[in-house]
Nanobody, 123 residues
């Protein structure tokens, strides 16, 4: 059974950094697009970043451009999200997702989801 497991969340002060990881198991996701989404209390789940299967194409939400970097290691079946210069508005549960279809920017299209990891940024 395919499974995505996020890690690396936590509490950090504004201006700090965190690196999220999402390890896949149960199948190989090397041909899948991988995305990071987040959901803050009372808000809808929103896209953060997406990376295509070979890592050569990425997309970032405007709110994180220049601060976050998505990357992947297909040999380890893992996707990463390096988050720098964090602000309180980044506080949310962060989820990774995977799908065979490329270029998906909406959460509804993704087939596989992790359970999420909490990121809290204090001011």
């Amino acid at each position: 059974q395919a499974q995505l497991v996020e890690s690396g969340g936590g509490l950090v002060q504004a201006g700090g950094s965190l690196r999220l990881s999402c390890a896949a198991s149960g199948r190989t996701f090397s041909l899948y697009s991988l995305g990071w989404f987040r959901q803050a209390p009372g808000k809808e789940r929103e896209i953060v970043a997406v990376i295509n299967w070979n890592g050569r194409s990425t997309y970032y939400a405007d709110s994180v451009k220049g601060r976050f970097t998505i990357s992947r290691d297909n040999a380890k079946n893992t996707v990463y999200l390096q988050m720098n210069t964090l602000i309180p508005e980044d506080t949310a549960i962060y989820y990774c997702a995977a799908d065979r279809k490329p270029g998906l920017l909406l959460p509804d299209g993704y087939e596989y989801w992790g359970q999420g990891t909490q990121v809290t940024v204090s001011s």
